[in-house]
């Protein structure tokens, strides 16, 4: 069956949650795989919106964090300060979902400056919420294409922490949670070793790993048990393209 890089992304990225997650959701395809974990293997998703809507269960697809639709049908509704210091910064979040403009080697990311900060070639939109997601989830998955722009072996500026350096320099920061467990990629899944490098864990069908490292900015790890992720079935394809985006504002 055809699909897109998109497509497949979502999929993947749904597959990672687990029923009963409380997870914290931004918007494009975070926003698709969560509602997707939904009506599929996760009923019990318990989604948080950082305008401060919990247990979300939108009528359609939400355009923003803000969208009215979030709030029919929803758990509570409060502050974004509350979702930040009473439900993330407790330890009550168990997924954060993050993208941007540069993944690292250690899974930073970087969503600020292309270039020298003080002379940027481009400024870009920043945090936002990210920088306190990946901090304090219990675990964190990062969606981006993969590219070698987007893959330097060190990002430019360090918007949201991975593994800064190596595993302990993060443990030793104080911050509570795990940090990156997987980066999704229309390519395969990365994820981080004993000392937070991220390495080639899972390939898409029909991707190669010369097709991995050439898109990589720094000669990737393969991992020992290297497997190949299954493709999106027809169900999950009909949902994403019938449910949730039949307009294809995300997945075009």
């Not at 989604?47 to 509570?76: F, W």
């Amino acid at each position: 069956m055809n699909y897109s890089k998109s497509e497949l992304m979502t999929v993947n990225a749904a597959r990672l949650l687990r029923d009963g997650d409380v997870v914290f959701v931004g918007v494009g395809l975070p926003n698709l795989a969560c509602n997707l974990a939904r009506k599929t293997h996760a009923p019990n998703l318990v989604m948080i919106y950082e305008a401060g809507v919990i247990g979300a269960r939108p009528s359609r697809l939400p355009l923003s964090i803000g969208d009215p639709t979030l709030v029919s049908g929803s758990a509570a509704v409060c502050s974004m300060y509350d979702i930040f210091a009473f439900y993330l910064q407790r330890g009550n979040v168990d997924v954060g979902f993050l993208g941007g403009a540069q993944i690292d080697r250690f899974g930073n990311i970087n969503a600020t400056v292309i270039g020298d900060y003080d002379h940027p070639k481009t400024r870009l939109p920043g945090s936002g919420g990210s920088m306190e997601i990946a901090g304090w989830a219990n675990r964190c998955y990062i969606i981006t294409p993969h590219q070698k722009r987007r893959f330097p072996e060190k990002v430019d500026f360090i918007t949201s922490a991975g593994f800064l350096t190596q595993r302990s320099q993060r443990e030793a920061s104080g911050v509570s949670g795990s940090g990156p467990q997987g980066v999704v990629t229309n390519l395969g899944i990365l994820e981080p070793d004993e000392n937070g490098e991220m390495v080639l864990a899972a390939l898409h069908p029909d991707v190669t790993v010369e097709q991995v490292q050439e898109n990589t900015g720094w000669p990737i790890k393969i991992a020992h048990n290297l497997r190949t992720t299954q493709a999106p079935a027809a169900e999950e394809l009909r949902i994403l393209r019938e449910e949730l985006d039949p307009d294809g504002i995300y997945l075009k």
